[in-house]
């Protein structure tokens, strides 16, 4: 499956914004999917995920509660709703899928395809 996603950019401390996903290819709803991201010279981390159907999903603890992750399976699509954005939230957020699995790894090794990954820049 081929990601591409969009939405990224430049905002104050305390905004908001939204990262979409659009997968094309395979069946999208055969996908569990996840947002990674990595900042300056950091690891790449798991933010939060979401299962094929949408009814579990999971957060780092550092955005619990002001991410919130859905899809719309029947748009190919994933999302993700930030809000109250901190400057340390600064990083390329990248989607990942993972096939026909009904788990959420935060391990980045499991997922089968990766988009090109979006900018995200907070200013405080």
């Known amino acids: 499956v081929q990601l591409v996603e969009s939405g990224g950019g430049t905002v104050q401390a305390g905004g908001s914004l939204r990262l979409s996903c659009a997968a094309s290819?395979?069946?999208?709803?055969?996908?569990?999917m996840a947002w990674f991201r990595q900042g300056p010279g950091k690891e790449r981390e798991f933010v939060s995920g979401?299962?094929?159907?949408?009814?579990?999903?999971a957060y780092a603890d550092s955005v619990k509660g002001r991410f919130t992750i859905s899809r719309d399976n029947a748009k190919n699509t994933v999302y993700l709703q930030m809000n109250s954005l901190k400057p340390e939230d600064t990083a390329v957020y990248s989607c990942a899928a993972d096939w026909w699995t009904s788990l959420l790894t935060r391990d980045p090794t499991e997922y089968d395809s990766w988009g090109q990954g979006a900018q995200v820049t907070v200013s405080s």
């Open positions: 290819g395979r069946t999208f709803s055969n996908y569990a």
């Open positions: 979401i299962t094929r159907s949408g009814t579990s999903t």
